[in-house]
Structure formats: C-alpha cells, structure tokens
C-alpha cells in the first residue's frame, strides 16, 4: 500500500498561479504513472495530466497545455502541478493519483481544493 498527501491547494485570483505538490509514503513502491485529476462541482471527475515514472514523459488535457505542468523530485518523492494564469473554471478539488500497473490508477490522493476567485 501506499498513500498519496495532497497539498498547495487554496483560493487564489484569476490569472494567479499555484503549485500543487503529491507526496508518496512509499519511496520504493512500483508505479507506471502518476497523475492529477480534478472534479469540479456538479461535475465528473476529468484527467489533468500525466507522467510516465520510468521515462519522466508527461501528458496533458488538451484544453490546460501550457498553462499546467506536471514535474517531479525523485529526492523528494514528489510530483507537483505547477498551474499558471488560472480562471474561474479551474476551480475544483485535485487529486493525485499513482497507476501501479498500465491500466488503471489504483491509488488516490484525499484531494486539495483550488479555488479560483474573478
């Protein structure tokens, strides 16, 4: 098992930035991917992005390519979701999420929330 902690989250002003950081408790644990999600009210949960532990590759929603940027500190056992010029319709709860094999993430995070004020 291994458990991911969310933080960075908070409200912020349109146009602001935020950086999000996922920890993992298990530096050793085997994983495939590791990635962010977020569920807006009212909404389903939809992907964000996405790295490939074993070559760093990232992948992003197409809508948030070059304002979000998914990067790690393998010292640090950290992923972070750095988020630039944010609006009002980033506004959700993020999750991080680990994928220890290449069909499914099967490990999530408690969530942070962003909130994104006009």
């Known amino acids: 098992q291994v458990q991911l902690v969310e933080s960075g989250g908070g409200l912020v002003q349109a146009g602001g930035s935020l950086r999000l950081s996922c920890a993992a408790s298990d530096r050793t644990f085997g994983r495939y991917f590791m990635g962010w999600f977020r569920q807006a009210p009212g909404k389903e949960r939809e992907f964000v992005a996405q790295l490939t532990w074993s070559t760093g590759s990232t992948y992003y929603r197409d809508s948030l390519k070059g304002r979000f940027t998914i990067s790690r500190d393998n010292a640090k056992n950290t992923v972070y979701l750095q988020m630039n010029n944010l609006t009002r319709e980033d506004t959700a709860v993020y999750f991080c999420?680990?994928?220890?094999?290449?069909?499914?993430?099967?490990?999530w995070g408690q969530g942070t929330q962003v909130t994104v004020s006009s």
């Open positions: 999420a680990l994928a220890s094999r290449a069909a499914k993430y099967d490990y």
